[in-house]
Protein backbone atom coordinates (compact mmCIF):
# COMPACT_ATOMS: atom_id res chain seq x y z
CA UNK A 1 0.00 0.00 0.00
CA UNK A 2 1.63 3.25 -0.94
CA UNK A 3 1.07 6.64 1.36
CA UNK A 4 -1.51 9.12 0.45
CA UNK A 5 0.00 12.20 -0.49
CA UNK A 6 -1.65 15.62 0.37
CA UNK A 7 -3.25 17.72 -2.58
CA UNK A 8 -0.56 19.98 -4.54
CA UNK A 9 -1.56 23.71 -4.67
CA UNK A 10 -4.86 24.25 -6.56
CA UNK A 11 -6.44 20.48 -6.16
CA UNK A 12 -9.32 19.80 -3.40
CA UNK A 13 -9.53 16.57 -1.43
CA UNK A 14 -11.97 14.36 -2.52
CA UNK A 15 -15.42 15.05 -0.53
CA UNK A 16 -17.09 11.84 0.92
CA UNK A 17 -20.57 11.06 -1.07
CA UNK A 18 -22.72 10.84 1.80
CA UNK A 19 -21.26 14.11 3.58
CA UNK A 20 -22.15 14.98 0.03
CA UNK A 21 -25.77 14.02 -0.30
CA UNK A 22 -25.96 15.36 3.41
CA UNK A 23 -25.18 18.70 2.91
CA UNK A 24 -26.60 19.30 -0.46
CA UNK A 25 -30.02 18.00 1.13
CA UNK A 26 -29.58 20.15 4.33
CA UNK A 27 -28.77 23.58 2.38
CA UNK A 28 -30.39 23.02 -1.32
CA UNK A 29 -33.41 21.01 -0.10
CA UNK A 30 -36.27 22.31 -2.51
CA UNK A 31 -35.79 24.41 -6.15
CA UNK A 32 -37.06 27.66 -4.04
CA UNK A 33 -34.78 27.53 -1.72
CA UNK A 34 -31.85 27.25 -4.33
CA UNK A 35 -33.49 30.15 -6.10
CA UNK A 36 -33.47 32.52 -3.11
CA UNK A 37 -29.64 31.61 -2.94
CA UNK A 38 -28.95 32.10 -6.06
CA UNK A 39 -30.56 35.11 -5.88
CA UNK A 40 -29.38 36.57 -3.00
CA UNK A 41 -25.80 35.75 -4.08
CA UNK A 42 -26.49 37.60 -7.33
CA UNK A 43 -27.96 40.26 -5.43
CA UNK A 44 -24.63 41.10 -3.27
CA UNK A 45 -22.34 40.87 -6.23
CA UNK A 46 -24.49 43.17 -7.98
CA UNK A 47 -24.49 45.96 -5.14
CA UNK A 48 -21.12 45.41 -4.21
CA UNK A 49 -20.21 46.06 -8.40
CA UNK A 50 -22.91 48.67 -9.07
CA UNK A 51 -22.37 50.99 -5.52
CA UNK A 52 -18.83 52.86 -6.47
CA UNK A 53 -19.94 53.61 -9.79
CA UNK A 54 -23.74 55.12 -8.58
CA UNK A 55 -21.41 57.14 -6.25
CA UNK A 56 -19.71 58.71 -8.88
CA UNK A 57 -22.73 59.14 -10.74
CA UNK A 58 -24.30 61.00 -8.06
CA UNK A 59 -21.06 63.34 -7.11
CA UNK A 60 -21.23 64.20 -10.64
CA UNK A 61 -24.93 65.44 -10.88
CA UNK A 62 -24.83 67.01 -7.63
CA UNK A 63 -21.45 68.50 -7.88
CA UNK A 64 -21.00 72.46 -8.69
CA UNK A 65 -20.15 72.59 -12.10
CA UNK A 66 -16.13 72.89 -12.52
CA UNK A 67 -15.89 70.89 -9.05
CA UNK A 68 -14.99 67.40 -11.07
CA UNK A 69 -13.27 66.95 -14.88
CA UNK A 70 -15.13 63.44 -14.99
CA UNK A 71 -15.95 60.00 -13.75
CA UNK A 72 -12.16 59.12 -13.04
CA UNK A 73 -11.28 62.14 -11.51
CA UNK A 74 -14.57 61.78 -8.85
CA UNK A 75 -12.85 58.22 -8.50
CA UNK A 76 -9.60 59.61 -7.50
CA UNK A 77 -10.72 62.57 -5.06
CA UNK A 78 -12.64 59.67 -3.30
CA UNK A 79 -9.86 57.24 -2.65
CA UNK A 80 -7.27 60.52 -1.85
CA UNK A 81 -10.06 62.39 0.64
CA UNK A 82 -12.46 59.62 2.55
CA UNK A 83 -10.72 56.64 1.86
CA UNK A 84 -9.37 56.55 5.58
CA UNK A 85 -12.44 57.59 6.79
CA UNK A 86 -14.48 54.49 5.75
CA UNK A 87 -16.42 56.53 3.66
CA UNK A 88 -15.03 56.52 -0.03
CA UNK A 89 -17.26 54.67 -2.82
CA UNK A 90 -18.93 52.31 -0.48
CA UNK A 91 -20.79 54.54 1.45
CA UNK A 92 -24.08 53.64 2.97
CA UNK A 93 -23.00 50.15 1.72
CA UNK A 94 -24.35 48.71 4.88
CA UNK A 95 -27.60 50.02 4.65
CA UNK A 96 -28.32 49.18 1.31
CA UNK A 97 -26.83 45.84 0.91
CA UNK A 98 -29.34 43.77 3.21
CA UNK A 99 -32.58 45.33 1.63
CA UNK A 100 -31.15 45.27 -2.01
CA UNK A 101 -29.83 41.75 -1.87
CA UNK A 102 -33.38 40.89 -0.59
CA UNK A 103 -35.09 42.44 -3.19
CA UNK A 104 -33.23 40.82 -6.18
CA UNK A 105 -33.27 37.36 -4.54
CA UNK A 106 -37.01 37.41 -4.32
Do not use: W
Not at 5 to 24: I, N, R, T, Y
Not at 91 to 103: D, K, N, V
Amino acid sequence: MTARSSPAAGESKPVPAGLLAQFQSAVVSTPASRDIVAGTAAGIVSVLACHPLDTVRVRLQTAPTGRFSGGIDVLRQTIANEVSTSKGAFMCLRESLPMLSFLVAV
